[in-house]
């Protein structure tokens, strides 16, 4: 059985950092393309940050690239993202996803961690 437990979200504020972790069981982590997505307030769900399965590629969607990034520890069948920078439009629910390619087409996803940017 396939799980993705995301953590780490909470209030920050303007300029603050956050790091997110999920930690995945079920399936072969070393093996899958790992991926960060969110749904701000209202909006469609969109893709963040992807990795791929040995750390070799990873992909940053405009609004957040040279703020956001994303690590994986295969020994620990983790994914992070670590956010720095933040701003109130990163507000959102941030979603842990499998499989795919860093661009998307994921086959599972997480239950997300809510990540509220606000002074």
């Known amino acids: 059985q396939v799980t993705l437990v995301e953590s780490g979200g909470g209030l920050a504020q303007p300029g603050g950092s956050l790091r997110l972790s999920c930690v995945a069981s079920?399936?072969?982590?070393?093996?899958?393309?790992m991926s960060w997505a969110r749904e701000r307030p209202g909006k469609r769900r969109e893709w963040v940050s992807g990795?791929?399965?040995?750390?070799?590629?990873?992909y940053y969607t405009d609004f957040v690239k040279g703020r956001f990034t994303i690590t994986r520890d295969n020994a620990k069948n983790t994914v992070y993202l670590q956010m720095n920078s933040l701003r109130p439009e990163d507000t959102a629910v941030y979603y842990c996803?499998?499989?795919?390619?860093?661009?998307?087409?994921?086959?599972?996803w997480g239950l997300g961690t809510q990540v509220t940017v606000s002074s």
């Open positions: 996803a499998k499989g795919g390619s860093v661009y998307g087409d994921p086959d599972y």
């Open positions: 990795i791929n399965s040995d750390t070799s590629d990873t």
């Open positions: 079920g399936f072969t982590f070393s093996s899958a393309a």
